[in-house]
């Protein structure tokens, strides 16, 4: 059984930096592709960044485009995802995604929340001007 655990959320001010960690389990086939999402109170859940299973390509949307950035370290089975220049608009829930070992080819990353099947419980980051 896939499992995906979120941790290294925060309050931080705004231009602060906070790494997230994602602690992935069960996947025992094919790699999947990743990615971290987002949801603020009363917003649909948005895509921040996506990783190939062979993390040769990534995707972040313009709203994050250099300065969030997405990692991954298959021998330590985690996901990372470094947020520097935090924006108070960037305050929100993180999740963890992860799709179906199947899915994705070796060089896609999936952009839409549809396109995950597993997904962490979440990790609240906080950012104040």
């Known amino acids: 059984q896939v499992q995906l655990v979120e941790s290294g959320g925060g309050s931080v001010q705004a231009g602060g930096s906070l790494k997230l960690s994602c602690a992935v389990s069960?996947?025992?086939?094919?790699?999947?592709?990743m990615g971290w999402f987002r949801q603020a109170p009363g917003k649909e859940r948005e895509a921040v960044a996506g990783?190939?299973?062979?993390?040769?390509?990534?995707y972040y949307p313009g709203s994050v485009k250099g300065r969030f950035t997405i990692s991954q370290d298959n021998a330590k089975n985690t996901l990372y995802l470094q947020m520097n220049s935090l924006k108070p608009e960037d305050t929100a829930m993180y999740y963890c995604?992860?799709?179906?070992?199947?899915?994705?080819?070796?060089?896609?990353?999936?952009?839409?929340?549809?396109?995950?099947?597993?997904w962490g419980q979440g990790t609240q980051v906080t950012v104040s001007s």
């Open positions: 990783i190939s299973p062979s993390s040769m390509t990534t």
């Open positions: 069960g996947y025992t086939a094919s790699r999947p592709c």
């Open positions: 995604a992860g799709s179906r070992p199947d899915y994705c080819g070796y060089h896609y990353v999936g952009r839409k929340a549809s396109e995950y099947t597993y």
